[in-house]
DNA sequence: AGATGGGCTTAACCATGATCAATGTAAGTA
DNA sequence: TACTTACATTGATCATGGTTAAGCCCATCT
């Protein structure tokens, strides 16, 4: 009963919470849900690489996956952290085009695989599905241009305060503590979100320390603890 | 009659020729057309400032635009740059939010910008101009990746060889010069080049005069002879 | 022709963040 | 518990590309 293995898995109830597919009829759910395959990774193992033929596109249910550049130098740029009821691979699969990175668990990850087929018959038949779509990838295109702009136009330390106060954009505030008091918690380790946010480790420490040792934040761990909000946005 | 004011353009003759629109219905077409409105812009003005709430998305008819963000230090980053037949402003429209970015001519230019009614009322009825604007959109994004991974892992002399390599695609080599001699034409001010490729002009200008004095580029204003595209893309 | 101005280039200097190297720390494994 | 391994931190040094400033070239205007 503990195995994994032996946990059974009910496709269409997981898709009908995915937001994507929210207003769905049961039996379009049950349509995409015979195109739907369960794919299971083991943290570190890799879904596709740059260069592979996408076949339809991929939801989180539950762990987390990395999408990246490798350079012929070896470094390492990563471009998306996706976790549950994230999707990713639409864009590829729309274009028929190989993927342009690699995928790789950051976890152990549950992730659904949707064949293309199928999405394209619903676009055909549901216009309510296209438009989801169109907001969905309209949200992505939009991150990436302001992941442009923070690279192009941000210090260091600016695109690292900007990432926090994302991680902190709908967590309550710290009960008893001061306004503006948040704790967050780092989905996953510095090294990957230094290369998130276009950093090396090295410098990722030494901004937290500098905003440590200016009584900004707190850092134990992943655990951060912002002690002023605004103050922290402030500070440039 | 030489008065650009006079010169009457036949809209649904121009909607039919961007590839968005191409597939359409003639009576589609007239429907499109009718929440359509043309808007000229002089060399320099501005069509959008960021916060400016979208009411639809543009075609660019002739001339060429540019969309940026600026800092609060007054400096600016050019995220694109769009000629005749590129349409820009759809994942905002979809969104619903303002414009992250702002809007400029670069030369003076013709665009027709299509109310958000229309595209809605349109994607309801016909699943392939769905499927246009998702394969639209998927290349944006693709391409907004793809220069996520350059300025990332890519110097700004590789960034600027890029840049060029793709400007010389599908332009034909030059007749009876050597094998892989090109000559491109840049599509507009070193600046905004400098800007779109994250660059300060000065550092371009360098990297155009270290091309040059290693024979691999000959500079004459805008236009730039590559020798050799092969040993330009080879060199690191 | 001369003057104005924008775009471009050049050079000297500087700062940010990367690289290299060593050490520290925490978590998992025998 | 000690051992291993991956992750994180710290310090010293370096390089890329930005900054500042000056001058140049060319187009345009009077």
Redesign the pocket.
């Known amino acids: 009963m503990s195995n994994e293995k032996t946990i059974e898995i009910d496709i269409p109830g997981l898709l009908g919470r995915m937001p994507l597919f929210s207003a769905l009829a049961p039996e379009d759910l049950a349509r995409l849900a015979a195109a739907t395959r369960e794919r299971r990774l083991h943290k570190g193992e890799r879904l596709f690489q740059r260069g592979d033929a996408p076949k339809g596109f991929f939801l989180v249910v539950w762990g987390q996956v990395k999408l990246a550049f490798t350079s012929a130098q070896g ?1 390492e740029k990563v471009v998306e952290i996706l976790g549950p009821l994230q999707s990713f691979g639409e864009a590829v699969m729309f274009l028929d085009q190989p993927y342009p990175v690699l995928g790789e668990a950051l976890a152990d990850t549950l992730l659904l695989h949707i064949g293309s087929a199928a999405v394209f018959g619903l676009i055909e038949e549901d216009p309510r599905f296209a438009r989801k779509l169109l907001a969905g990838m309209s949200i992505r295109l939009h991150t990436m241009v302001r992941d442009v702009e923070s690279y192009a136009l941000r ?3 600016q695109r690292v305060i900007g990432y926090l106060l994302q991680l902190a954009e709908g967590v309550p505030c710290a009960p008893g503590a001061g306004l503006g008091a948040v704790s967050v918690e780092l989905p996953t ?3 990957v979100i230094a290369s998130r946010l ?9 901004i ?2 500098e905003l440590s040792s200016m009584g900004l934040i707190e ?1 134990q ?2 655990l951060i603890r912002i002690h002023d909000a605004a103050r922290l946005a402030a500070h440039e």
């Open positions: 470094n210090s260091s330390t380790s510095k090294q276009s950093l090396t480790p090295e410098t990722l420490s030494r937290f320390h850092v761990g992943k």
